[in-house]
């Protein structure tokens, strides 16, 4: 067995910590503080070196941001004319500039403009303290590692609880839910649809308020352009579950 991917084998076992997105938001939003504090330190040679990889950098970012801007292109322009054309003039045409853009560029742009639009655009990020209550184990209550679950949360049917000695996440039987009410915009009406999974790649799925969550849609017979069968969407929670006692939620289309 090779010996270096032993962080990777971990993720697959037991997940990622929770906060690992918001980690590495901080990071990145961290990194160009770092590299400007960097290139005012760095003296001689490496600094040479710095300087010269962020030259590289910055032409290569120019370049991709004039590949997406309007360039100018001729475009062949017969220019039709009442009445008879001598022949000398048959062979020539009209040489016309004008802006435009590629349709793949259009397309793009298309795309992103509209792959983040939601029904709610705010997502409400939780913190620990809301999502999870300490519980006090031990003979004399003195160890606090076990936490139990405050907010609703998805449970596949393959799942099989651990002895209660060795549990370290207590999921409560009345927060554990598998399906949901969902509206398609579009048909307004309701359909109640079994959950496949949710957007939270951890070990504890949970659901609440502006969260998003993938759900089974074989039963209303979607089909892509080819005409293939779209067995899951995503779709938006628009409830407070935990309070309600039910998951309403919106399809992302």
């Not at 655009?121 to 999870?132: D, I, L, R, W």
């Not at 799942?159 to 009345?174: D, M, Q, S, V």
């Not at 039963?219 to 929670?237: C, D, N, R």
Request: charged share 30%; with cysteine; hydrophobic share 35%.
């Amino acid at each position: 067995m090779p010996q270096h991917d032993y962080i990777e084998l971990h993720q697959k076992r037991f997940g990622k910590r929770l906060d690992t997105e918001e980690r590495a938001r901080k990071k990145a939003a961290r990194q160009p503080h770092e590299l400007a504090e960097k290139a005012q330190n760095l003296k001689g040679l490496k600094a040479k070196m710095f300087n010269k990889e962020r030259f590289k950098e910055k032409a290569l970012m120019k370049k991709q941001m004039l590949a997406h801007e309007e360039k100018d292109i001729e475009v062949n322009v017969e220019d039709v004319k009442d009445g008879a054309v001598p022949t000398y003039l048959l062979d020539r045409e009209q040489q016309q500039q004008s802006k435009v853009l590629t349709n793949m560029l259009k397309q793009k742009r298309q795309e992103k403009a509209g792959k983040w639009d939601v029904p709610i655009a705010k997502v409400k990020q939780m913190s620990e303290g809301e999502m999870f209550q300490v519980i006090e184990s031990g003979k004399r209550k003195q160890k606090s590692w076990k936490r139990r679950i405050n907010k609703v949360c998805f449970v596949p049917e393959t799942f099989t609880r651990k002895p209660p000695k060795f549990e370290r996440y207590i999921r409560p039987t009345g927060l554990r839910f598998k399906k949901a009410n969902v509206t398609h915009p579009e048909l307004q009406n309701y359909f109640q649809l079994a959950f496949i999974g949710c957007q939270e790649k951890s070990i504890i799925c949970l659901i609440y308020y502006t969260w998003f969550l993938e759900v089974n849609v074989s039963e209303l017979g979607l089909v892509t352009q080819t005409g293939k069968v779209i067995w899951s969407k995503y779709a938006q929670v628009t409830n407070n579950p935990e309070l309600d006692g039910c998951i309403n939620a919106t399809l992302l289309v």
